[in-house]
């Protein structure tokens, strides 16, 4: 079973860069798809980008595109998120979450989704906040 932790999270200035890492343990990471949500307090969490096990992403916020990349580093155990053009409504808790694995058929393990109760395994979140 995989665990994850978030880390890099803080105070942001608007136009700047922040790089948020993932850090997997209990099993190898290249099984596993990664996604990347946002919560804003009062408002539900979102979805916000996704690596397949492929490395292939999804992008599910219009206002992050070509502003957030994710990328992963298996042999490292980690994904990073990184943010450019920092903006501030880019700030919340950001949360780390897989799917799981399926062991039973690798085959068709599970991959990314938008939707929140795809994944069964979350990080306790990092804080950003983005302002001048």
């Known amino acids: 079973q995989l665990q994850l932790v978030e880390s890099g999270g803080g105070l942001g200035q608007p136009g700047g860069t922040m790089t948020l890492s993932c850090a997997a343990s209990g099993d190898s990471l290249d099984e596993y798809a990664i996604g990347w949500f946002r919560q804003v307090p009062g408002k539900t969490r979102e979805a916000i980008i996704c690596i397949e096990q492929s490395s292939l992403t999804e992008t599910y916020v219009d206002s992050v595109k070509d502003r957030f990349a994710v990328s992963r580093d298996n042999a490292k155990s980690l994904v990073a998120l990184r943010m450019n053009n920092l903006k501030p409504e880019d700030s919340g808790y950001y949360y780390c979450?897989?799917?799981?694995?399926?062991?039973?058929?690798?085959?068709?393990?599970?991959?990314?989704?938008?939707?929140?109760?795809?994944?069964?395994?979350w990080g306790q979140g990092t804080q950003v906040s983005v302002s001048p």
């Open positions: 979450a897989t799917p799981g694995r399926n062991y039973e058929r690798p085959q068709q393990n599970y991959g990314c989704s938008r939707w929140e109760t795809w994944f069964t395994t």
